[in-house]
């Protein structure tokens, strides 16, 4: 175990060299960290602005034992990481935060569901099932239309389909490749929120206001935050981040997708242990960012505060959108923030900005 608080000079590990790596990057670098990126990809957007990158597989024992070597503490900026990874890290003795329950639990929507069933905290119907018959059954069970998604490995609407009767469940089950599923019943709600939240070492908690979502085709578009939400909503959201944060035991940044539904109640859709896409307007809303706050609960300081000094409007910029970086340079209440990356393909998240107004 390092000594915490971790002072300025030390290095952490992060996994992933995305966006998210590379504003976690920034924000490690602000405080005087080194920022030690592990990514198989050799121009990632995380490696252009951090200490030193490691180019390997995620769990190549190598490259394990190389930032095991030079880093302090080890952390991750998405959730498909492998957990043999993570616990070849553990095995070297390294610190690993969020740990290797928050990862296993994030990976599997139905070990998900279950965890987060089984802390009081409320969900879809769902069912899972591990062939065409079983697929049927789940979704007679939960009752058609049904949204039919892989256990693992789904990001961004990808690996989904919507079953309208049950009959048509084998069919979405093949063109899915016939791989564990998880069958949900449709949600109607009439929103959709997220909540970013931290936890330290010591247990403390720091949650940040709700932010409202808007997906096209599966990415998110734009978040609006703080949302619109009476005291009621908002305690109720805290409550379930404080249970979700208490029960993986969880240091770091989680982002929590809820569903938000008339009659008030909020459920949970899925948790991201990681910093999230919905948590960026806290860049420009919110004086400690969710990237300075992850890096602050990992290396064991005191959480920043999280209250909003600002109203924004993030939109994220897909494909070629990015190219107009020169029309929001020159909006005034526009903070443009651009990953680096050297290739827009449709549909990928280049930049984002942030739309700022006075509360
Ligand atoms: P996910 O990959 O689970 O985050 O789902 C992507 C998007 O699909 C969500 O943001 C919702 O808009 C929609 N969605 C997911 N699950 C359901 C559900 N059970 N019922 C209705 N819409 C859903």
Not at 52 to 67: E, G
Not at 208 to 237: F, K, T, V, W
Not at 269 to 287: F, L, M, S, Y
Request: charged share 20%; net charge negative.
């Amino acid at each position: 175990m390092p000594v915490l608080p971790l002072a300025p000079g030390a290095a952490i590990g992060i996994i992933g060299g995305g966006q998210l790596g590379r504003m976690l990057a920034q924000a490690a670098a602000r405080l005087g960290f080194d920022a030690i990126i592990l990514e198989p990809e050799p121009e990632s957007p995380a490696s252009r602005v951090a200490a030193h990158t490691i180019v390997a597989a995620y769990d190549d024992p190598m490259a394990l034992r190389t930032l095991a070597d030079v880093a302090t503490i080890v952390t991750y900026e998405f959730e498909n990481v492998p957990v043999g990874a993570v616990e070849g890290l553990l095995a070297l003795g390294m610190e690993v935060a969020p740990g290797a329950r928050a990862l296993a639990v994030a990976q599997d929507r139905v070990e998900e569901k279950s965890f987060l069933n089984a802390q009081g905290v409320a969900t879809v119907a769902f069912a899972g099932a591990d062939t065409a018959r079983e697929a049927f059954e789940a979704v007679a069970a939960v009752g058609a239309p049904a949204l039919m998604k892989t256990r693992r490995d789904g990001y961004d609407g990808k690996g989904q389909r919507w079953v309208e009767h049950a009959p048509d469940a084998a069919a979405a089950f093949e063109a899915l490749g016939s791989v564990p599923v998880i069958v949900e019943a449709a949600c109607e709600f009439t929103r959709e929120l997220s909540i970013i939240a931290a936890r330290g070492r010591d247990g403390s908690t720091a949650i940040y206001p709700l932010a409202e979502n808007h997906h096209e085709h599966g990415i998110l578009r734009r978040s609006l935050a703080p949302a619109r939400a009476d005291q009621a909503l908002s305690d109720q959201a805290e409550r379930i981040a404080a249970r979700i944060l208490a029960g993986l035991d969880y240091v770091g940044v989680i982002g929590i997708e809820l569903f938000e539904m008339a009659d008030g109640r909020l459920l949970v859709n899925e948790i991201a242990p990681r910093v999230h896409n919905t948590g960026h307007w806290t860049q420009d809303g919110c004086e400690v960012d969710q990237f300075e706050q992850h890096i602050r609960a990992v290396a064991g300081w005191p959480l920043g505060p999280t209250q909003a000094i600002a109203q924004v409007e993030m939109l994220n910029l897909l494909g070629d959108e990015a190219d107009a970086w020169a029309k929001y340079a020159a909006e005034p209440e526009t903070r443009l923030h651009l990953y680096g990356k050297r290739e827009a393909k449709p549909g990928r998240k280049m930049g984002h900005i942030n739309r700022v107004r006075a509360l």
